[in-house]
């Protein structure tokens, strides 16, 4: 019954690679992000998707592509791998409730990614 | 932009003592979310506690409270009791209540160390 989940937890490859990170989440939330967690353990907000419809998009690379097929799921994809993309990648979702800021966000357990 | 800071790198406390983490951030806002999360060794992302600014109450969830000041824009987080497994770096976080979805923003964190 987990939340919101993300598969693979770990993920290892080599530089120039095209990787894929998928995210999803059964309660029912109606927004999803992507957050990155750098190696000083910085945390920041890369993308946001609300019904499928993205609002978010913060500056990051276009070889990174957000893909929300429904609104539970949004998958990240990796173009051409770099090693400063190595970092722990967070999905999180919350649900717009009709009153703006009633959308606590829940993360899943997050993706390692290492870039050799 | 909202920033938020946390002066704190690193805190320690012995076992069933009290601590206090600090959290400064900066915004224009009136309405905002004040959030505290915890992040155990196993990565997850472990929502602790949540403020809304329009509210003059402390939020308190069992042995976590907090003392949010918001003409002072400070909201520190104070953990009672305190017990081995809140060893955890923690994040301060800040959200808009103006938009719906808005992202977090998150301060460095702060590794708390639980001794025995």
């Known amino acids: 019954d987990t939340a919101v989940s993300q598969t693979p937890k770990y993920l290892v490859t080599q530089m120039g690679n095209d990787k894929s990170i998928k995210c999803e989440q059964n309660l029912g939330h109606d927004t999803m992000y992507w957050y990155k967690q750098d190696s000083k353990k910085f945390l920041k907000i890369m993308f946001s998707y609300n019904n499928k419809e993205l609002i978010i998009n913060e500056t990051v690379p276009n070889r990174f592509s957000p893909k929300s097929p429904d609104k539970a799921h949004l998958n990240l994809h990796i173009n051409s791998l770099e090693l400063g993309d190595s970092a722990v990648y967070f999905c999180?979702?919350?649900?717009?409730?009709?009153?703006?800021?009633?959308?606590?966000?829940?993360f899943g357990p997050g993706t390692r990614l290492t870039v050799l | 932009a909202q920033t938020v800071t946390q002066s704190q790198p690193e805190m320690s406390v012995q076992e069933a003592e009290t601590v206090t983490l600090s959290c400064t951030y900066d915004t224009s806002e009136s309405d905002y979310y004040l959030f505290w999360y915890k992040q155990p060794p196993s990565r997850q992302m472990i929502l602790v506690i949540r403020?809304?600014?329009?509210?003059?109450q402390n939020a308190t969830e069992n042995r976590f409270s907090v003392n949010f000041q918001k003409a002072a824009k400070s909201f520190s987080l104070k953990i009672s009791d305190s017990q081995l497994g809140d060893a955890a770096m923690y994040f301060c976080?800040?959200?808009?209540?103006?938009?719906?979805?808005?992202?977090?923003?998150f301060g460095e964190g702060t590794q708390l160390t639980v001794n025995p």
């Open positions: 999180a979702s919350s649900s717009i409730l009709g009153l703006a800021g009633t959308d606590t966000q829940y």
């Open positions: 403020q809304e600014a329009y509210k003059q």
């Open positions: 976080a800040y959200r808009s209540a103006e938009t719906s979805g808005s992202r977090l923003t």
